[in-house]
């Protein structure tokens, strides 16, 4: 046999795509001897399918399947993992039932099995002659023998590329998984609360009207906003956030609305406005409580008419998008104080949600951290850490003042922390093995005056904490831990709380020996707060 065969099949090697290689394939066998049609087929769980058919009425081929129960030539070859020659009129193996429909019968069929590379059998390929002689193949042994060994290597090349394929095909979902989990989070929870928040959100999201979304600080406003924006008409639109405390006054206006060249000094070039980029999606305006009052009056105009006038232009642009909002502020007192525009509040609330703190859906707590440590597992390569029934019952119990945010850092300080396999008590930082959490006692770290004149009898208040065998200090640290993690671990929030100077509060800290936890430090950055 000529060298120009087997340079045919070994440029098979170079073909990575296993449709096009099968094809060829049998392209090339055809060739070989010489006949008008040939498929080949592969056994998928108890039947044989035709995954490839060239020749004469190849189209009612391609694609059919016979069940291992039903004797056939393919199954046969499959089964024993030997060639044959049949001539279909005389063998009772062949599926005579199964040309009944093609016009152009089979006269001569011979049939190869096909390798993997541990002499597993996975299909076949057949090459048949219609015509009427049946002398078309070339049946000599030796002719056949060179066949049996091109169809070996093209059956390897075969088998390759359909396992580089579906390693491929394999590596690319992964890699989907893992930019899905590392760039997106998701909703999770059981309780009624969190259901009944979750058909808000489907029935909100079928709608184009503004959404307010409240509740305090780590509760996920912004992980629902962006789930009533994807599961809305205007999902595949941009998702634009900005949040309104973040920035100047100033700053905050030129970035919604955009600028012209030479609207203010620093002004070189045109900018587009958040609400124009976001055109035909949502805007997200988190902590909305503190936008000023000077641009609420914009805002109100932007959700009344639809459009938007940047800073230096004369004329004003149409826009189309859905305004979502969020503020963990109350914002209704706000109103009533003077501090927001009643209008702008109506028009944002049109359809409300409040989202429930952490300690109020309390049974969620196992399923938020089974997401966020096999979450953080993933992301960082650690295996995932299991807990005891004593650690669990120091997490249920424990009042979360920071939400959901504070519970995905803690997850993230314990899968890096601790070393065992089981997370114990031990494990967890002081705040969440304490029996009792203490209630606000205001000022209690005030001096007390020695003018009698503003001496006021001291009267003993229920705070949730036995004082029989408790010293001042320990008083002090329970208290000063209070403020903390009800402020995230700000000094100044939580000093202004207690009443006195931020230095102040620092130095009790330093002699109580309060240090910031480790879990806490980046929580500003969690994607799973508002």
Not at 34 to 39: A, H, K, T
Not at 121 to 133: M, R
Not at 157 to 163: E, G, H, K, T, W
Request: hydrophobic share 35%; with cysteine.
């Amino acid at each position: 046999m000529e060298n120009e065969p087997f340079k045919l099949f070994k440029s098979f090697s170079e073909e990575l795509d296993p449709g096009e290689l099968q094809r060829k394939f049998l392209i090339a066998l055809l060739k070989l001897q010489n006949v008008e049609r040939g498929s080949i087929w592969i056994k998928k769980e108890n039947k044989y399918r035709c995954v490839e058919a060239v020749g004469l009425q190849c189209e009612n081929i391609l694609g059919a399947e016979i069940h291992e129960e039903q004797q056939s030539i393919v199954g046969w070859v499959i089964e024993n993992g030997k060639m044959t020659v049949s001539n279909p009129n005389q063998d009772p193996r062949h599926y005579k039932e199964f040309e009944e429909h093609l016009s152009v019968k089979s006269r001569l069929i011979l049939c190869f099995p096909l390798f993997l590379r541990n002499n597993t059998v996975y299909g076949a390929v057949q090459l048949i002659d219609t015509s009427p002689e049946k002398d078309r193949i070339n049946l000599d042994a030796g002719y056949l023998g060179h066949i049996q060994d091109l169809v070996n290597i093209g059956s390897l090349a075969l088998s390759n590329a359909i396992l580089l394929n579906k390693q491929m095909e394999e590596t690319q979902a992964l890699k989907s998984t893992l930019e899905e989990i590392r760039g997106n989070e998701s909703l999770v929870g059981h309780s009624p609360c969190f259901q009944s928040c979750m058909e808000m959100i489907r029935s909100y999201a079928r709608t184009e009207y503004p959404v307010l979304i409240t509740g305090e600080s780590g509760t996920g406003k912004e992980l629902v906003s962006r789930e009533i924006h994807r599961l809305s008409n205007r999902n595949g639109q941009p998702f634009l956030v900005q949040n309104c405390s973040a920035i100047p006054e100033n700053l905050l206006e030129s970035e919604l609305f955009g600028y012209k060249k030479g609207a203010f000094s620093g002004a070189v070039k045109d900018k587009i406005g958040l609400f124009e980029a976001a055109e035909g999606g949502t805007v997200f305006l988190d902590e909305i409580g503190d936008m000023p009052m000077n641009l609420q009056a914009r805002i109100l105009r932007v959700i009344q008419n639809s459009e938007i006038k940047p800073l230096g232009e004369t004329h004003v642009k149409k826009i189309d998008i859905r305004i979502i909002s969020a503020t963990n502020k109350n914002i209704e007192k706000l109103v009533d104080i003077g501090e927001f525009r009643e209008d702008l509040f109506y028009r944002l609330s049109v359809l409300p949600i409040d989202l429930p703190p952490l300690r109020e859906r309390q049974e969620d707590i196992p399923f938020l951290m089974n997401h966020f440590m096999n979450r953080e597992s993933i992301k960082t390569n650690i295996p995932a850490k299991k807990r005891t029934m004593e650690t669990m019952r120091c997490l249920m119990t424990y009042p979360w003042p920071g939400n959901i945010r504070e519970l995905e850092n803690l997850v993230r300080y314990l899968l890096v922390a601790t070393e065992n396999d089981y997370i114990t008590p031990q494990d967890l930082p002081i705040q969440f093995t304490s029996q009792r959490q203490p209630r606000v006692v205001k000022n209690l770290f005030s001096s007390v005056k020695n003018d009698a004149s503003h001496s006021q009898p001291i009267e003993c208040i229920k705070v949730g904490m036995d004082f029989g065998n408790v010293t001042w200090d320990e008083v002090e640290q329970r208290y000063a831990l209070y403020l903390l993690q009800k402020h995230h671990w700000n000094v100044t929030w939580a000093a202004r709380d207690a009443g006195i100077n931020r230095s102040t509060f620092a130095s009790r800290m330093k002699r109580l020996g309060i240090h910031k936890p480790v879990y806490q430090q980046g929580m500003h950055l969690s994607a799973v707060g508002e």
